[in-house]
């Protein structure tokens, strides 16, 4: 059997599953607020779509300010985003005596990804969920082999022929990890004090010659402790601020 590992860089961190709520806040009144800031320092798994829970809060802020009449809210979210993508292709050639080639294929993918939300007193702030990073890999491979047993003066033999017959395995795992930034507002909303909560949601798939599989392939590779598809959110800030002039492209 051939065996070709294709090794990109890997993230490190070991993640655990964590919702962080706001920490009690004795700076000022909440009435008297106009900017918020929120920081999350814990790392978190995301689970795919269609799992459960499907979806993680990953800031609460319960009562972040309070706006003035026809006050609007934005809120700057900038967060570490990672993603691991696996794909195993394993091809077993067999023989077709007709045209003496041992062939086979295959095709596999692996794609994931994390969007994020952010909520203002329940209500799905614009521009509603965005992609803070997103993989899709898509790997093929095609043997090919042609045996031919020849004759004395060097034309191919139609009699006596030989077959190859192999399995090749090609590993492609790849671990990334950057850093994004969004804003989002909601608005007009009325004199009260606010809460804010960011959410978000990985979508993990993965599929094999079309078809797509219930669990993504893992397994150990040299160096690698764990290779497999997943996504994560690291480090992550919220800045929270009362805005009188906005608008959106639906009002302008």
Not at 46 to 74: D, F, H, M, R, W
Not at 154 to 169: L, R, Y
Request: aromatic share 6%; with cysteine.
């Amino acid at each position: 059997m051939t065996r070709a590992i294709v090794k990109l860089s890997v993230v490190s961190a070991l993640l655990v599953m964590f919702a962080l709520t706001a920490p009690n806040v004795a700076a000022q009144n909440v009435a008297s607020n106009k900017t918020f800031m929120l920081a999350g320092q814990n790392d978190i798994i995301l689970a795919a779509v269609g799992a459960q829970p499907g979806e993680v809060t990953i800031l609460n802020v319960p009562a972040a300010l309070k706006t003035s009449t026809n006050g609007a809210i934005s809120a700057s979210l900038s967060l570490e985003c990672a993603i691991w993508t696996y794909t195993q292709n394993v091809v077993t050639t067999t023989f077709d005596s007709t045209t003496r080639k041992s062939s086979g294929s295959s095709i596999t993918t692996a794609h994931a990804g994390v969007e994020v939300w952010v909520e203002i007193d329940g209500q799905q702030a614009e521009p509603g969920k965005v992609v803070y990073c997103d993989r899709l890999q898509a790997v093929g491979l095609t043997i090919v082999n042609t045996c031919g047993i020849f004759n004395s003066d060097g034309t191919v033999s139609t009699s006596n022929f030989c077959v190859v017959d192999e399995m090749v395995t090609l590993d492609l795992f790849q671990a990334t990890k950057n850093a994004n930034s969004f804003n989002f507002y909601l608005g007009p909303l009325g004199t009260s004090v606010h809460s804010v909560v960011v959410k978000a949601k990985g979508f993990i798939e993965c599929s094999k010659d079309g078809a797509k599989l219930d669990d993504c392939p893992s397994t150990i590779l040299n160096s690698f402790a764990n290779a497999k598809t997943a996504a994560a959110i690291g480090k992550r800030t919220l800045l929270v601020e009362e805005q009188q002039n906005w608008a959106s492209d639906s009002t302008r």
